[in-house]
């Protein structure tokens, strides 16, 4: 079994093999985190273009297969 620190390091590693950087990361707060139905997952909050807050988008871990890609919290 993987531990949930593997886990994010392999779905940070797989966010930076598609082009998107650690700056990026951290600007955008985009991380890792436990979902209700996705359980550990890749976090994307969605801001405005005002740059306030709107809601989260949750993409399942890349590792798994199967069922929802994607969830948002609207």
Known sequence: MVSMQEN?????????ERG??????????????VHP???????IPVFDE???FLFNKYRRNPIESGGVKYLYDK
């Not at 139905?37 to 976090?43: D, K, R, S």
């Open 8 to 16: 994010k390091k392999y779905m940070i590693r797989w966010l930076i």
């Open 20 to 33: 998107i950087t650690e700056t990026t990361l951290a600007e955008f707060n985009i991380h890792i985190g």
């Open 37 to 43: 139905i996705l359980h550990e997952c890749i976090f």
């Open 50 to 52: 005002n740059g306030n």
